[in-house]
């Protein structure tokens, strides 16, 4: 059995448990929860190989997998190309780009004119986060039709709104204020997919563990 090293407030983490409960593979999983400071006791080459982050994925023949998207990949198998391909892996990838930057920035504590800027590229994502989603809800028909019934499940999968609910929680978890900026229809998205199966199966695998940033979309009912 693979086994997944992984901490609870790590938004790529998070995204890679939200993957495997879509893919319906929680159960072939074993999840190692290391806290931060376990991590920081980690040197590079050892458990978490060279990178040393997590998450982390070690195989059942032993090969490490660093790096969430590749661990997604892995998970994916042959259905990975054509998810990435699709327009769910295009926005996901989009998503992830643009508002790490934002996270990062946050996180080193971005004042003044770096402040400034990073809110223009955090209202800028949004829109992009907006677009894009309203675009795919409304291409979801005609998509249906193109893909291959076996890889329909992962091409037409809400992992792109896994990477957004995910990354915008722990930017507002820094800066609540910016709740303002979230537009209604994305808000009404984040909620309704917080009844999913597979929100709700990363969600309780995270409350097992202590954690600084909710799991739910902040001003949610959850």
């Known amino acids: ?23 319906n593979l929680e159960k ?11 991590l920081r006791n980690i040197s590079a080459g050892e458990t978490l190989g060279n990178a ?11 090969i490490l997998i ?31 780009g643009q508002l790490s930057r934002v996270m990062y920035a946050l996180y080193d504590g971005a004042q003044n004119k770096a402040y400034e800027k990073i809110h223009k590229h ?16 409304a291409n979801a028909s005609e998509s249906n039709l193109q893909v291959n019934p076996a890889e329909a499940n992962l091409t037409n999968s809400t992992l792109s709104i896994a990477v957004l609910h995910t990354f915008i929680s722990f930017c507002l978890s820094m800066q609540p204020d910016w ?21 709700q199966s990363m969600r309780s695998i995270i409350s097992a563990h202590i954690h600084g940033v909710p799991c739910n979309f902040p001003g949610s009912a959850g």
């Open 28 to 38: 072939e999983l074993q999840l190692k929860h290391l806290t931060w400071q376990e």
């Open 122 to 137: 955090w209202l800028r994502a949004l829109l992009c986060a907006e677009t894009s989603l309203a675009k795919r809800l």
């Open 179 to 199: 709740r303002r900026d979230i537009p209604h229809e994305l808000e009404k998205i984040f909620m309704e997919h917080e009844k999913s199966v597979e929100f």
């Open 1 to 23: 059995m693979a086994t997944l090293y992984w901490t609870a407030d790590s938004p790529f983490c998070r995204v890679v448990l939200w993957t495997a409960a879509t893919l």
């Open 66 to 96: 660093s790096d969430s998207l590749r661990i997604i990949a892995y998970l994916m198998k042959d259905s990975f190309s054509a998810w990435l391909l699709s327009f769910d892996g295009e926005t996901y990838r989009m998503a992830e």
């Open 52 to 62: 040393a982050t997590v998450p982390c994925l070690q195989t059942d023949s032993g």
